[in-house]
């Protein structure tokens, strides 16, 4: 069977990362369609730094959970009939041992230089403008899609969920298009498709079966529906 899973915020909530949309969804008094987008970053590079730094800062005191976990599970099981489509930037997915993973809204541990183009491995705060590892300049953005930019692998995905046997989406709101019209997508092509989320998500009408509960909870018990019991 093949299955193409699409991960948001709420599956990284439990390890403590907080999501954008849910409780007040304010950092720092913004909102986080007034952070991330190309405009804020030409009107206020330091503070959109600081929204990163801070988030990339506080990766290093979290780990995978219980979801993030079964993943790693059933690709163990199913090899490259899983597919991961993430929205998050942190990884999660890879510490907890996922490896077929794509970031469609890029990762927080990359940076990228506005003036060779370069892509870099990046940990450390990203203000103050630090030289690019490549070529020098100062002139490094974090890798993540902003609003009005166009998500990362789209023709990989698009094809992954046109024969996909079964499209599950966890842990996001529905609010942020093109990861919101996957659903619609998957059922074009007759693909089965399933929603895990705390709350019914803005699409959740056009999923076949949803659930609704903690990630931690829900996707364990989906992926042993697959596959039975985990040994340990
Ligand atoms: C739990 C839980 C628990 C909590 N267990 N669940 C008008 C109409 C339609 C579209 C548009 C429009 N105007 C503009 C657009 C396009 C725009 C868009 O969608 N805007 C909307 C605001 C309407 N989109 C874009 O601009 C995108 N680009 C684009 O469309 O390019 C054109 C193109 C596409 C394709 C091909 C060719 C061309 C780019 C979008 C980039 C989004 N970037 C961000 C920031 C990334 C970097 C960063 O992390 O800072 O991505 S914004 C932010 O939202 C982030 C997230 O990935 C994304 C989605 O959020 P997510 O993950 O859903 O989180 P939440 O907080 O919203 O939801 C969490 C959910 O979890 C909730 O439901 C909770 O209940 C649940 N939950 N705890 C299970 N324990």
Same mark, same amino acid.
């Given at each position: ?14 390890? +403590? ?7 007040? %969804? ?14 804020? *970053? ?9 929204? *990163? ?25 199913? %090899? ?55 070529? %020098? ?24 969920? %046109? ?26 092509? +007759? ?11 803005? +699409? ?29």
């Amino acid at each position: 069977m093949r299955i193409v899973v699409l991960t948001g915020a709420g599956i990284s909530a439990e390890s +403590g990362v907080p999501t954008f949309r849910d409780a007040d %969804g304010l950092w720092e008094g913004h909102r986080v369609e007034d952070v991330a987008t190309p405009e804020a *970053y030409v009107a206020d590079p330091v503070l959109v730094h600081e929204f *990163y730094d801070a988030r990339r800062a506080a990766l290093a005191g979290v780990v995978p959970n219980p979801a993030h976990r079964a993943l790693a599970r059933l690709e163990e099981a199913l %090899g490259d009939d899983l597919l991961v489509v993430t929205q998050n930037i942190d990884d999660l997915h890879e510490r907890a041992g996922s490896t077929r993973v794509l970031h469609m809204h890029g990762e927080l541990l990359k940076a990228w230089c506005l003036a060779c183009e370069g892509r870099h491995p990046w940990d450390g705060p990203m203000g103050g403008d630090p030289a690019c590892p490549g070529c %020098g300049a100062p002139a490094l953005r974090p890798d993540v899609v902003w609003f009005g930019e166009i998500p990362y692998e789209m023709d990989r995905i698009l094809d992954s969920l %046109g024969r996909a046997d079964l499209f599950v989406s966890i842990g996001t709101s529905g609010a942020v298009y093109p990861a919101a019209g996957f659903v619609q997508q998957a059922a074009r092509h +007759g693909v089965r498709t399933l929603e895990l989320n705390l709350q019914p998500s803005e +699409g959740t009408a056009w999923f076949r079966e949803a659930r609704h509960g903690p990630a931690g909870v829900l996707v364990p018990a989906w992926v042993e529906d697959l596959l039975g019991p985990a040994a340990d």
